[in-house]
């Protein structure tokens, strides 16, 4: 298997090498591509930020390994090299050797090493001098031990057991490479990376701007001489300064159907997809320690109050599809089928019965007609964030709730989450590629992005047990069962996932939309202007 995944790897560089050479001749230099995006990102750090980064700040940098940036279904076979060259495990799947790239310099011009893959997973794992100052990933590598420097270009990522897809994490757009000789500090600031674009400026509420690195290790690329990502929080005014011709781009996933149309109708040589929205899905947060909300008759009445078919009807004017933890078929791998989902704790179809039997809850709880139970609901102030929050809160009377709309500002709401400042919240969670870490991260006794205070050591030990299982039929059992135990226990109830639009001009070329990833697919080395 080494010796197949050292070929393949050699095999993917040489073709990258000739692609560079022969795509060049057709595709035009040159360009500031215009798009917009709807908030600030806190700061510029990677590493530190929960989501909301990968869009601007991917191109800043390059992984070990990335996830193909013409393939719009995410997966194992997609990976391709990056700053590395070549892998292999060894006989028992638990050390994976990189060989990297040599030549590469980082954007100020100092040489890339093994010392500076060593130095990321350090700040990662929390075991270097530095320090990150929040580390939303740190529970995706619980099961990596340490990472070495063999020589100058050689690192080992030591496992403490067999995780057949652990390359799906170093794939992922915010596993990316961080330089040893610059403060995690200064990355927040002023990010440096090696990859296609350098970091210009970061003017909040107005936009982010980077510019092609003209030193970039990889032959004619990138093709764009710069990116500028103006930032309008209104979508109505994002389609406003797009059919004006103002910008290139939409914010990547988030036009609603009503939208699109008026792009169409304005503007129709314009190119639209309606695409799932990168495995997002919308659900229900509850602080599990905070009373009334400890009790889990009420967890699961306000579960029963759910009408998902409303969402996507209302939301996402019928554009999106009803699931679990894990993004539904066909662009989701692991997820049930509407057949399966359906017989979840739940996700019975008939909500008059569901909405029943959660009255008959709330009553024995002693609430009822004359007697609400008074909560505030946390959201983004983000439409996304904001109008299934507003619909949720209108479900929940049907049980003899009464929820008030509590909108955080978008810089501090993940904060705020993280300090379990809230009771309960209308949330977005990704959902894969891959399950590995996406189960840890969330469900995992204590993991860094366990908002909610769930734990089951019995879930532990399914997550453990699906994340060593390497034949794909049998994985998948394991994950349909972790499935039906977490909607058993309403963690984290899942509402529905949404799609939406992204619109470009059709003159911006070289450009996929990943349909089941978010974070993924914004390298933009390879997109082009052809004007």
């Known amino acids: 298997m080494g010796r197949f995944l050292r070929g393949l790897a050699v095999l993917a560089s040489l073709l990258l090498v000739l692609c560079a050479g022969t795509d060049g001749l057709a595709q035009k230099r040159g360009g500031i591509l215009q798009l917009t995006n709807p908030e600030n990102a806190p700061g510029m750090s990677m590493l530190e930020e929960f989501a909301n980064a990968e869009l601007p700040l991917m191109g800043i940098f390059n992984n070990l390994v990335v996830f193909d940036q ?26 994976l050797t990189f060989r990297l790239r040599q030549g590469v310099k980082w954007h100020d011009g100092q040489p890339f090493t093994a010392r500076d893959v060593k130095c990321t997973w350090d700040l990662l794992l929390d075991k270097g001098s530095e320090k990150l100052r929040i580390n939303p990933r740190k529970s995706s590598y619980y099961n990596l031990v340490e990472v070495t420097a063999n020589s100058d270009y050689e690192v080992t990522f030591y496992l403490k057991r067999p995780q057949p897809a652990f390359l799906m994490l170093l794939a992922s757009g915010f596993s990316v490479i961080y330089p040893c000789h ?57 389609v406003l300064a797009f059919v004006a011709g103002k910008v290139d781009m939409t914010t990547p996933y988030a036009l609603t159907v009503p939208l699109i149309n008026d792009i169409k109708s304005q ?8 695409t799932p929205r990168g495995g997002v899905n919308r659900h229900l947060l509850v ?7 400890d009790n889990p008759d009420l967890r699961r009445a306000m579960a029963l109050s759910i009408d998902r078919q409303a969402f996507i009807d209302i939301i996402s004017q019928g554009e999106g599809q009803i699931g679990g933890i894990l993004q539904p078929p066909p662009e989701g791998l692991w997820g049930m089928p509407p057949d399966q989902i359906a017989k979840l704790p739940g996700y ?56 008030e709309l509590q909108l955080i500002d978008r810089t501090q709401y993940y904060p705020k989450i993280v300090r379990k400042d809230y009771a309960v919240a209308l949330n977005l969670q990704t959902s894969g590629p891959d399950p590995d870490p996406v189960l840890q991260l969330f469900y995992g006794c204590g993991s860094s992005l366990n908002w909610s205070g769930y734990c089951n050591p019995e879930i532990d ?20 069962e972790i499935e039906r135990k977490l909607a058993m226990d309403d963690a984290r109830p899942i509402i529905f996932y949404p799609k939406g639009g992204t619109c470009r001009q059709p003159y911006v070329k070289g450009l996929t939309v990943m349909v089941n990833s978010v974070f993924n697919g914004w390298r933009m080395e390879d997109v082009w202007l052809d004007k």
């Not at 602080?287 to 909300?293: G, L, Q, T, V």
């Not at 009255?359 to 609901?377: H, T």
């Not at 030990?461 to 994950?479: N, T, W, Y």
Request: glycine content about 6%.
């Open 70 to 95: 013409h393939v719009a279904q995410d997966s194992l076979n997609s990976i391709v090299p990056d700053l590395a060259t070549e892998w292999s495990w060894n006989e028992d799947g638990t050390q």
């Open 182 to 238: 610059v403060a995690p500090g200064q990355m927040r600031q002023h990010p440096i990376g090696t990859g296609p674009f350098k970091f210009v400026s970061f003017k909040p509420n107005e936009s982010i701007t980077v510019t092609r690195n003209l030193d970039y290790w990889k032959p004619g690329r990138p093709y764009l001489d710069g990116i500028q990502h103006t930032i309008i929080p209104d979508p109505a005014t994002a």
């Open 267 to 274: 503007a129709p040589e314009a190119i639209c997809e309606v």
């Open 287 to 293: 602080n599990r320690d905070k009373p009334p909300f």
């Open 348 to 403: 019975d179809p008939d909500v008059h019965k569901n909405r029943e039997e959660a009255r008959r809850i709330m009553e024995k709880l002693g609430y009822g007609p004359d007697k609400s139970l008074q909560i505030k609901v946390t959201s983004q102030d983000w439409p996304i964030y904001r109008d299934p929050a507003v619909l949720l809160i209108d479900q929940l009377k049907h049980i003899f709730i009464d929820g």
């Open 461 to 480: 030990s399914l997550i453990d047990r699906q994340s060593r299982e390497a034949d794909p039929d049998r994985r998948k059992q394991v994950l349909w």
